[in-house]
Nanobody, 123 residues
Framework: QVQLVESGGGLVQPGGSLRLSCAAS????????MGWYRQAPEKQRELVAT???????NYADSVKGRATISRDNAKNTVYLQMNSLKPEDTAVYYC?????????????????WGQGTQVTVSS
């Protein structure tokens, strides 16, 4: 089995910062793209940022300049540093991993999601 465990959410004042972490564990052959998504109440889940295994990044326009995604391949962990937080950043943040597992000796790709971590930006 594979698990993605997120941490680092919480209550932050507007203008503040936080760092989210997501560690993947289990029977993993390799990890391709990892990313962060978020879902605010009564809204659809949306992309925040992604990072490939080679370090190429992609950001939603709403967080460009305020967010930095990074990863530690040795630890199977992805991070999201968010600065200058705004009330509209309030959401449940989910980690997603596009990873490979061996099935009958052949690598196959799967998408896995974490359980989500709440980020609330409020004074």
């Amino acid at each position: 089995q594979v698990q993605l465990v997120e941490s680092g959410g919480g209550l932050v004042q507007p203008g503040g910062s936080l760092r989210l972490s997501c560690a993947a564990s289990g029977s993993i052959f390799g990890i391709n793209t990892m990313g962060w998504y978020r879902q605010a109440p009564e809204k659809q889940r949306e992309l925040v940022a992604t990072i490939t295994s080679s370090g190429s990044t992609n950001y939603a326009d709403s967080v460009k300049g305020r967010a930095t995604i990074s990863r530690d391949n040795a630890k199977n962990t992805v991070y999201l540093q968010m600065n200058s937080l705004k009330p509209e950043d309030t959401a449940v943040y989910y980690c997603k991993a596009d990873l490979s597992r061996l099935w009958l000796g052949v690598p196959r790709r799967y998408d896995y999601w974490g359980q989500g971590t709440q980020v609330t930006v409020s004074s």
